[in-house]
């Protein structure tokens, strides 16, 4: 008995102790002779109750293993000894007890339950086809789709018929893969013959092929047309007929292929549907964050990311399309005629009219980084000076600068832009100092179209800056007037008195206006262009061109 006392001490519930005092009242039957297998009950039964206390603690704690009155956890279920079918039941029933337990302690069927959705989609965003639900996709492997590229509808299909034709591509890649597995007991030898399966599946696509139909009955031709006239460009044409029906499903698995990378790079953040704000550009070896929104179509805007070709700068929606295109690009500079070249640097005048396709995209991609560029498409009236720097690779795009072919008011430059990765390198004053050349050469002044942005106005004042303080450190007469210095520089006079006041080099005394030379400022100029060097400037002599007549 004092051992059961100490026992039952060293317990720190309230509730084990309760228990193995109800224990103990009941292991102190009259018959004394089944004393010691009352105990061995008692000390099994108290093990039962304070795992079923363990386990009912353990939901809201870690799942630890039920510990004895001792602070050890039992070895086995062997560890019970009972000696009397008495006993058996007792147990039974306490064991019954215990199970119920652990059903309600694990049972969650109280909870609400929650409906599971794929954390990456945006409810509040729909599709861009009219008529279009957002539902299924393309590929057949995911719920919603939120551009036109991964639309069934768009496509001419329903999402049933697209999870179907997913389930046969499947099939057909265990298929290849199996017969992969097969082939790769051959030895790999550079003119090994073809196997039987392989000139089997030769035979069977030259027969398919064979069955192409040789054009549309006029019932085809009506269905198409009113097709097309219902949907307009809402819809993609309908391409049954026009070619095999194995190069069609050629043509539908790449549609199904490409969908699947959009929607992975989609799901990486590298998409984002909806803001119709394209964030980052590939662009040549770099890859570039955009500053302003342009009004590139829809199904490419909506994607986030473009990638471009340098050269032509065409845009394209996926790496791997890219990939083909430079694969197949023969462009390697600009089109247009080559006006400078010194050194790494040239210059090409591309006319708007002759290769619109070009500066329309040059226009597009200047938006993406100027906030008041307002021409994107109607570039025919517009020259267009594309800077480049060459290497072994080509001519890559430096920067640019638009003039209209007729200005009455004297512009000789309607947009001007760096490219980012060439920015803060002197580009920029090179052309604007290009841009002046040019109207020298045709003996007029010349001033930049206004607004100019932020960068701009920055790069032009200190163009203008510079150009005045180099004109007045080589003055050696004693009377100088705005006229002279516009004459000499191509700078509009408004631009010159309005450097010169910034300058604080401008004054009102008696009645005239004076301009001061002021020493200080001419020498820090000095000391800046030896510093700087010779290496990012204009050579007149370079430029081999005359001025284009008529439009």
């Not at 295109?325 to 005048?349: M, Q, T």
């Not at 906030?371 to 020259?383: A, G, M, Q, W």
């Not at 701009?456 to 200190?462: D, V």
């Not at 450097?499 to 604080?504: A, D, E, G």
Request: hydrophobic share 25%.
């Amino acid at each position: 008995m004092p051992r059961r006392k100490r026992t039952a001490g060293s317990s720190s519930d309230g509730t084990e102790d309760s228990d193995f005092s109800a224990d103990l009242e009941h292991a102190e039957a009259p018959e004394s002779a089944h004393r010691r297998s009352s105990t061995r009950l008692t000390r099994a039964s108290l093990r039962l109750s304070q795992s079923s206390q363990d386990i009912k603690q353990g939901v809201d704690r870690d799942e630890t293993p039920p510990r004895t009155p001792t602070g050890n956890a039992p070895s086995s279920e062997s560890d019970i000894e009972v000696s009397s079918p008495s006993n058996d039941l007792e147990d039974e029933r306490l064991a019954k007890e215990l199970s119920l337990k652990e059903a309600a302690a694990h049972d969650l069927s109280h909870r609400p339950k929650r409906r599971r959705f794929h954390e990456s989609y945006n409810f509040n965003m729909k599709c861009p086809t009219p008529g279009c639900n957002s539902l299924g996709h393309l590929t057949g492997r995911h719920e919603r789709h939120f551009s036109i590229s991964g639309c069934p509808l768009y496509h001419n299909l329903s999402a049933d018929e697209c999870k179907g034709k997913a389930t046969t591509r499947d099939k057909q890649t265990e298929e290849r893969t199996l017969s992969h597995r097969q082939d790769e007991n051959r030895h790999s030898t550079r003119n090994q013959a073809p196997t039987d399966r392989q000139l089997r599946y030769k035979e069977k696509v030259t027969e398919l092929r064979r069955k192409r139909n040789s054009g549309l009955n006029k019932e085809q031709k009506e269905k198409y047309m009113e097709h097309r006239q219902s949907h307009g460009t809402s819809r993609e044409p309908l391409l049954e007929n026009i070619t095999s029906d194995y190069d069609l499903e050629l043509f539908r698995k790449a549609q199904a292929r490409a969908s699947e990378d959009l929607e992975k790079l989609r799901l990486a953040g590298h998409v984002s549907e909806g803001s119709n704000m394209i964030k980052t550009i590939v662009f040549g070896r770099y890859e570039l964050d955009t500053w302003y929104h342009s009004p590139y179509p829809e199904e490419y805007a909506r994607l986030g990311r473009l990638y471009m070709c340098e050269f032509c700068l065409k845009y394209m929606k996926s790496q791997t399309i890219l990939r083909r295109h430079l694969a197949k690009c023969v462009w390697k500079h600009p089109p247009g005629d080559e006006i400078y070249r010194k050194g790494n640097i040239s210059v090409f005048e591309v006319d708007g009219k002759k290769n619109k396709i070009y500066c329309q995209n040059l226009c597009l991609l200047a938006k993406l980084f100027l906030d008041h560029k307002t021409l994107y498409y109607d570039v025919e009236p517009f020259l267009f000076y594309v800077m480049t720097e060459a290497d072994n690779t080509g001519c890559h795009l430096v920067g640019y600068f638009s003039k209209e072919k007729n200005s009455f008011l004297n512009y000789n430059v309607s947009c001007i832009l760096t490219m980012p990765q060439y920015m803060r390198q002197g580009y920029g004053k090179m052309l604007i100092d290009f841009s002046y050349l040019l109207s020298k050469v045709e003996e007029k002044v010349g001033s930049p179209e206004r607004p100019l942005s932020d960068l701009g106005l920055i790069s032009y004042r200190s163009y203008w800056k510079e150009v005045l303080l180099r004109y007045l450190n080589n003055f050696q007469g004693k009377e100088i007037s705005i006229k002279e210095i516009s004459q000499e520089t191509a700078v509009n006079p408004v631009d010159i008195v309005s450097t010169l006041q910034s300058l604080q080099m401008l004054k009102y005394w008696k009645g005239k206006h004076l301009v001061l030379k002021r020493q200080d400022l001419i020498d820090d100029w000095k000391a800046k262009e030896t510093k700087r060097g010779n290496g990012k400037t204009i050579d007149p002599t370079a430029l081999k061109w005359t001025p284009p007549k008529g439009t």
